[in-house]
């Protein structure tokens, strides 16, 4: 395995210092923050600062996957965000949850694309709908953004038709901007959407996303980036080409779409005999949630897993995705009143994972998260 330098988060400031960030509105643009601080190389027994995620940027508050969204997230004090990516019929790379457009984009009111409308199967699944790899760069960029989740988010359907589909040197280039404002690293997690299917139609994502991170000097081993995806081929091809880390992220249920020949599962990844052989080709395991806390037969968080402890005993650091503010992706018992768009505890929740030693969390509301983080840092 690639010897790779990691950033593990801000160092643990004096009580009195994390009292007065506290008082911080989160919302609120910085406007004096310190100078980045020296890279954090201590194992993942000794880190001081587990890190905060905005997962597809802000996406509790914008569009997913827009520049507002990835600013907002900035602007709360996330370390990473997330653009997830797809390309371009002419080869692009877009950050979109998947390469279907049809819900996150105005498409269907476009008349000179209804058209391309059609059912594609991707990792065995028929779908139906717009393709990314359909459309040109210039095509796409004549769509806008629009919410996901408009009955569970309804406030974000005020910023629908606002707001472009951003290429990733877009997200890269804003990055930058807001690191200068900020004088503070700012991370960057791509991850790769559908691996072995747009290899398939000669789509491949690897070759553009290291090209792109290396024209924004985003390609070293402590750029303050990691490369996330579900399948494990493409991660071991990575690990052979780039010094950046790599996060193999699993699920709840199923397996890579990559093995599914040979029978792999995600729960046999994240055994502890699994985990060792990620050891080898990656430097983060990224388990659905419920993989560290499951969930009892009332739905209420129950005992942790031995996943953290068997991970890093491996070496290997652990972020957990999502956690969301809303009532229905919360366990029972953190849960608020019995609407399902009600704002729950997630702050509860947070705390639960951060004492079950994950290293980062992937939040919608990237402020609730990193409120969570510094109450707990300062307690």
């Not at 983060?284 to 005993?313: C, F, I, M, Y």
């Amino acid at each position: 395995m690639t010897s790779r330098t990691l950033r593990v988060g801000r160092l643990v400031a004096p009580a009195a210092a994390l009292a007065s960030f506290a008082l911080l509105a989160p919302t609120a643009p910085a406007t004096a923050a310190p100078k980045p601080e020296p890279q954090d190389t201590r194992p993942v027994s000794q880190l001081a600062e587990p890190l905060v995620f905005g997962h597809r940027g802000a996406s509790g508050y914008r569009p997913e996957h827009t520049l507002a969204a990835y600013e907002l997230a900035i602007r709360m004090g996330a370390d990473y965000i997330e653009p997830d990516l797809v390309p371009t019929k002419d080869g692009v790379l877009v950050a979109r949850h998947e390469n279907e457009i049809g819900g996150t984009t105005d498409v269907a009111a476009h008349p000179e694309f209804a058209s391309r409308r059609t059912t594609k199967t991707i990792d065995g699944v028929a779908v139906t709908g717009w393709f990314t790899e359909d459309f040109t760069l210039a095509e796409l960029k004549t769509l806008r953004a629009k919410e996901r989740l408009p009955l569970v988010r309804p406030g974000n359907t005020r910023y629908d038709g606002r707001f472009e589909v951003p290429t990733f040197a877009e997200v890269l280039q804003l990055v930058k901007t807001w690191e200068k404002k900020l004088r503070r690293d700012i991370g960057v997690a791509p991850e790769t959407k559908h691996p072995t299917y747009f290899d398939s139609i000669g789509l491949s994502l690897e070759e553009p996303l290291l090209r792109t991170l290396k024209a924004a000097g985003k390609d070293k081993k402590n750029s303050d980036v990691v490369i996330q995806s579900f399948e494990v081929t493409n991660l071991k091809e990575l690990d052979d080409d780039t010094d950046v880390p790599l996060v193999q992220l699993t699920g709840a249920t199923g397996g890579p779409f990559d093995l599914k020949g040979e029978g792999t599962t995600y729960a046999q990844i994240v055994s502890a005999e699994g985990l060792q052989a990620v050891r080898r080709y990656a430097d983060w395991v990224g388990p659905e949630k419920s993989q560290v806390l499951p969930r009892n037969a009332a739905g209420a968080t129950s005992t942790p897993s031995s996943l953290v402890r068997d991970a890093h005993r491996t070496g290997l650091r652990v972020v957990v995705y999502t956690v969301r503010d809303e009532n229905q992706f919360l366990p029972t018992d953190y849960r608020r009143g019995t609407d399902p768009n009600a704002k729950g505890d997630v702050l509860g929740e947070a705390t639960a994972y951060l004492d079950a030693g994950v290293d980062g969390i992937f939040g919608d509301f990237p402020d609730s998260i990193v409120d969570a983080r510094d109450a707990w840092v300062q307690r």
